[in-house]
């Protein structure tokens, strides 16, 4: 698993505890979004640039629900990158959605690369 996207989701946890509400939003963008390339490098697949782009490839393994996470993340960090700022709530939101995400998707890639793994074994 990469450590550097869960060290994010955990800042994003430290971040909500201290009120740094857009730091969170961010961290808790950018920890599912790395965990996402993490899935597409171990399948062999080229990294989309493009946060969109990368949210269909995601859900293009059947990860519908984590894809339509990824897509409110991505709003909510845009929103604390250009506007105003991020409220409490948002910021919670942010971070609940991330933590249920990364599971899952981590979940996903443990199948992933357990699968490769005993692929490589029976060769």
Known sequence: MSQKSKKLLE???K????????KAVSAS??????IA????????EKIPKRDDKLA??????GLIREAIAMASLYA???KADYEAGISKEEAELSV?????TYRSLEEYL???????????TIS
Do not use: H, P, V, W
Not at 56 to 61: D, F, L, P, V
Not at 96 to 100: A, G, H, K
């Open 11 to 13: 800042e994003a946890i």
């Open 15 to 22: 971040d909500l505890d201290i009120m740094c509400y857009n």
């Open 29 to 34: 963008y950018f920890a599912i979004r790395m």
């Open 37 to 44: 390339e993490e899935i597409l490098r171990a399948l062999g």
């Open 56 to 61: 269909n490839a995601i859900k293009n393994k």
């Open 76 to 78: 909510l960090r845009k």
């Open 96 to 100: 609940s959605l991330s933590i249920q």
């Open 110 to 120: 443990n199948k992933i690369t357990k699968s490769y793994r005993n692929d490589k």
